[in-house]
Each structure stands twice: as C-alpha cells, then as structure tokens.
C-alpha cells in the first residue's frame, strides 16, 4: 500500500483558475471568461456579472470561449445572471463553441432559453449592436 502525502497550507484561490477580462464594445458589457467554472469559482463569476449588471449596460455578452469546464455552479450563475438581465430589461447573450460549455447547456435544456452564438461578433450583431 502506497501512501500520498496530505498536503497542508495555502490553497490556490478561485482567482487563480479563471481569468475574467471585462470591456465595453459600444454600449455593451462584454465579460470574457478563462479557465474552469465550478464550485470554487462559482462566485467570481457570479461577482464579474452583477457588477456589469449593476452598470446597467445596452446589453451583456458573456464570453465563455476559453472555458475548458462549466459545472454545475456555472449553470446556476447563468441563469441567474439571464433572470437578473431579463428583469432589467438587458438583453443577454452567450459566446462559445466549446464542448465543454454547449454540452452542459443542452444537457441542462439551458441552451434553449439562453442566446448562444458563436463568436462575439454574430453576438453584437444579434443585439443590434454591430460595431
């Protein structure tokens, strides 16, 4: 029987497996996501979000591209994020290609009620809001 050793100290935070990147495109939120989406960084997403939200932009686009895993902590941000746009009257979309997210989506039957387009420029365009 072999045994592994309990490592003890600092963890690495939430922050450190995903990047969010936030930036204005006309009058539009725009939150770029990098990295894993799970229970430990559930609440920086979640955070990244209602702060955009509280900017009470055009619209939202949360671009999931470069995420490698949506759990089930990113599913719930999500739709609380769409309930919390669609009650300010703020249109929301969602960019990726990525199995990672659009399987969790369908699975969900999220990827019905969620805009999902596939880069951030057919988002903009959907929104109205070309640049």
């Known amino acids: 029987m072999t045994q592994v050793p309990i490592q003890r100290g600092a963890r690495p935070l939430p922050q450190d497996y995903l990047k969010v990147r936030s930036e204005y495109v006309g009058g539009v939120a725009v939150v770029r996501f990098e990295g894993d989406v799970d229970a430990l960084t559930g609440t920086t997403m979640a955070a990244a979000l209602a702060a955009e939200l509280d900017g009470a932009p055009a619209a939202l686009v949360i671009d999931l591209s470069a995420v490698g895993f949506l759990g089930c902590a990113g599913l719930s941000v999500l739709v609380e994020t769409d309930a919390r746009s669609r009650g300010a009257g703020i249109p929301m979309c969602l960019v990726s290609t990525g199995r990672a997210v659009l399987r ?19 988002a903009l365009l959907d929104l109205g809001c070309a640049v």
């Open 104 to 122: 969790p989506l369908f699975v969900s039957g999220l990827r019905d009620r969620l805009r999902v387009r596939p880069s951030l420029s057919r």
